[in-house]
């Protein structure tokens, strides 16, 4: 039985998501069908691209969570029920 890959396989190939035997599968899929290569090295300029974006929190935010933190305790007082 031939199995056809989707894109859908490829993005789980480039995050190392599958299976050694299924990488081989997917690796001969990607050697004899053009279309199917053509995104594989998409996605990997993709991914490339994306891990060098940087994001920082705005500063107000880290200055609100600052605030919010000093005011509640990390572990508030278990209520005491009595009987």
């Known amino acids: 039985m031939i199995k056809t890959f989707t ?3 490829v993005v789980r ?3 190392e998501e599958t299976s050694p035997e299924e990488s081989l ?4 899929a990607l050697m ?3 279309d199917l290569m ?14 060098k974006i940087e994001r920082q929190p705005r500063v107000n935010t880290v200055q609100s969570i600052l605030n919010y933190s000093k005011n509640h305790p ?3 007082p278990a209520k005491v029920r009595h009987s």
């Open 13 to 15: 190939y480039v995050y």
């Open 32 to 34: 004899s069908e053009p």
């Open 74 to 76: 990390a572990n508030p």
């Open 7 to 9: 894109q859908d396989d």
């Open 25 to 28: 599968l997917i690796e001969d």
């Open 38 to 51: 053509t995104f594989f090295l998409e996605a990997l300029e993709l991914r490339a691209l994306m891990n």
